[in-house]
C-alpha cells in the first residue's frame, strides 16, 4: 500500500494533485502516493481501494483549492468521496494534512463546511504555490512527507534528482505567435521574450547559424561568435567579431 494518499476534488484540486504524485513518485518511487485516477486498476473495485488505501497509508494529503468550499452540496452528502475518505482518514488516525493549492486559497473556516468535517479546518495547513514557486513547494511538501514517514528517506533516488527550478527542458513544433521561456517572468506578454539565454536564439523569420562562417555579399569573414543571418528581417543587425581587422576575400 501506498505512503501518502492523495485526497482530491475533481475539477478544483485535480491539477495540484498531480503535481504532488508526479514529485512524490519522482523522489521517493511511483508505488509510494497513491492518487485515484492513476493508482486504481481497471477492474477494480473501487470503493474497496480507495478506503483500504485511506486505513493504510501513513499521510493523508487533503488537497483544498481556491474553489473547495464552494461544492457544498457535496460536502453535505455522506456518500460523497472526498468527505468520505477523510472521514476515514480521521477514523483511523492518519495525520491529515491541508494543502492550499495557490496563493489566494483561503485556511478553511469551520464554519463554512459540514460538522463532519470541521476538523479539517483546525489543522495546520502547508501552501503549494503552483504559479511562480512551485518546485521549490513542492520539495518543501516532500521534505515535510519525509520527515513523517521516516522509512522514505532509504527510497530517495539519488541519481534521478528532481528538475532544476532554473531549468528548463522541452522541445517546440511550428509555433505561430508568441513564445516564451523563462525563470520568474511574470506579467504580460505582448511580444517575444528571451531570458538568460545561452545558446543560438531564434525569433521570427530566417535561418541562424551560430559558431560558423559569416558569409556576406560572397566575401567570407572570420572571427569569434560568427554568425549567418538569411531570409527576411526587418531593422538593424548588428554583430561584434573577436577579430574585426581580418576579412578574407576583401579586396580592401
Request: charged share 30%; net charge negative; with cysteine.
Amino acid at each position: 500500500m501506498a505512503d501518502v494518499f492523495i485526497n482530491y476534488r475533481t475539477g478544483d484540486g485535480d491539477g495540484t494533485a498531480a503535481l504532488i504524485d508526479e514529485a512524490l513518485s519522482h523522489r521517493f518511487g511511483s508505488d509510494r502516493a497513491f492518487r485515484a485516477s492513476k493508482s486504481i486498476p481497471p477492474g477494480t473495485d473501487y470503493a474497496d481501494a480507495l478506503l483500504a488505501n485511506v486505513r493504510r497509508s501513513s499521510v493523508f494529503l487533503a488537497i483544498i483549492g481556491p474553489d473547495w468550499t464552494n461544492f457544498r452540496d457535496k460536502l453535505r452528502d455522506p456518500e460523497d468521496w472526498v468527505r468520505r475518505e477523510i472521514e476515514v482518514a480521521f477514523e483511523c488516525a492518519v495525520p491529515v494534512i491541508p494543502v492550499l493549492a495557490g496563493r489566494k486559497t483561503e485556511r478553511l473556516n469551520g464554519e463554512e463546511i459540514p460538522g463532519e468535517l470541521a476538523r479539517l479546518a483546525e489543522l495546520q495547513s502547508v501552501r503549494l504555490d503552483t504559479q511562480h514557486d512551485t518546485a521549490a513547494s513542492l520539495k518543501r511538501l516532500g521534505d515535510l512527507v519525509a520527515e513523517m514517514v521516516p522509512e522514505l528517506h532509504d527510497l530517495e533516488h539519488p541519481d534521478a534528482p528532481a528538475p532544476d527550478a532554473g531549468s528548463v527542458s522541452n522541445s517546440a513544433g511550428d509555433i505561430n505567435g508568441t513564445a516564451v521561456q523563462s525563470r520568474d517572468f511574470t506579467g504580460d506578454v505582448g511580444g517575444t521574450v528571451i531570458k538568460a539565454s545561452t545558446g543560438p536564439v531564434h525569433s521570427g523569420n530566417g535561418d541562424i547559424y551560430q559558431n560558423s562562417r559569416h558569409i556576406s555579399g560572397g566575401r567570407h569573414y572570420s572571427g569569434d561568435g560568427m554568425t549567418n543571418i538569411e531570409g527576411d528581417h526587418h531593422g538593424d543587425i548588428r554583430h561584434r567579431f573577436g577579430d574585426q581587422g581580418r576579412r578574407e576575400g576583401d579586396e580592401r
